[in-house]
């Protein structure tokens, strides 16, 4: 396992991050082998587990909590809040009512008294900067949070936070949590320029294009991802978009073969390649899936396998630009284009 700096933090993490949304209901992966799967992450040198409150509804944090008891010294814990939690309009969102009370139910069910890594999980338009990171800053002081960050943030947010937390002295997003994969390369253009400008952490989530890149789907066979019986659209081969990713695969995973890779390693590998990322956050089901991705932690693409990964698919390319989670919100409100 290789260990990179966050950000400016100063702390050292594994560049393979254990993500736990799979825990609970969504991933349908049980006590014991979310229990199984955080022990063999330890032993394989992960030192940063990833959750969040939405997960499951609470689930997957109680299930992290109850896993990672008596060793909580020994791991960097991020979690996440702002999406909703209920049916509540002020269960959700980063305003200082809420987030005060998320993270103390946060702590709760992960059995804690501080979280290293406390992460807005999307932008709330309805909620100002200044709000927001006072909010983060007090808990911060309070020695609740060690840090904060923001995940799926499109870049000029990120500028603007930048902006608000030096105008009103308070405390810095120190970390991004983006998208990022072969097949979903936009955020080479905008978003990683700036973190990698303002000395950010990123952790890049679903580096594996919720399993298109996990060796799950191949030209001519079935499809054994679950997320195929979830989110079935991201599948569906009648959509140009999915044909231009199944396109991919396949001369991805002949690449793959080429380097002597499988295609996860190649897929992992490619990710935590550009120098503005620090960690790429896996999200397996079960130990079987852990073991697969963790044969990635020493991978290095040597430069014509990068540049054959370029051919296939140009850097800050979308091939599903309908999947993006950080779409300004005047583009999916008529409300807010029209007078």
Not at 36 to 44: F, T, V
Not at 45 to 68: C, F, H, K, P
């Amino acid at each position: 396992m290789q260990y990179r700096t966050l950000g400016r933090t100063g702390v050292q993490v594994s560049t393979l991050v254990l993500g736990a949304m799979n825990f609970g209901a969504i991933g349908r992966t049980s006590q014991a082998e979310a229990t199984a799967i955080i022990d063999a992450a330890l032993e394989g040198g992960i030192n940063l587990i990833d959750t969040a409150d939405r997960y499951s509804q609470g689930e997957s944090e109680e299930m992290v909590g109850r896993a990672i008891a008596g060793r909580r010294d020994d791991i960097v814990l991020a979690t996440k809040a702002a999406l909703p939690m209920d049916d509540d309009r002020n269960h959700r969102g980063t305003s200082r009512r809420w987030l005060h009370t998320a993270l103390d139910d946060s702590l709760r069910r992960l059995g804690v008294d501080h979280i290293d890594l406390y992460q807005v999980h999307r932008w709330d338009p309805t909620t100002s900067d200044e709000e927001t990171l006072s909010a983060l800053t007090d808990l911060q002081r309070a020695g609740k949070i060690r840090y904060f960050g923001c995940s799926t943030f499109p870049a000029y947010r990120l500028v603007q936070a930048e902006w608000a937390a030096r105008e009103h002295h308070l405390g810095r997003y120190v970390t991004e949590q983006p998208s990022y994969s072969i097949l979903q390369r936009g955020i080479e253009a905008h978003v990683l320029p700036v973190t990698a400008q303002y000395g950010m952490g990123v952790l890049a989530w679903s580096p594996l294009a919720s399993g298109w890149l996990s060796g799950a789907v191949r030209a001519g066979r079935e499809i054994t991802t679950h997320r195929a019986d979830v989110l079935p659209e991201r599948f569906d081969l009648t959509i140009a978009g999915n044909r231009a990713r199944l396109d991919a695969v396949e001369q991805l995973t002949k690449v793959a073969e080429e380097a002597g890779l499988t295609l996860i390693q190649l897929a992992l590998g490619f990710v935590t390649a550009h120098p503005a990322v620090t960690s790429a956050i896996i999200g397996p089901r079960t130990p079987e899936h852990l073991h697969s991705q963790l044969a990635a932690a020493d991978t290095v693409l040597t430069a014509d396998v990068l540049d054959a990964i370029d051919a296939i698919v140009a850097p800050g390319v979308d091939l599903a630009p309908g999947e993006k989670h950080d779409t300004p919100p005047a583009l999916l409100d008529p409300a807010l284009r029209r007078r």
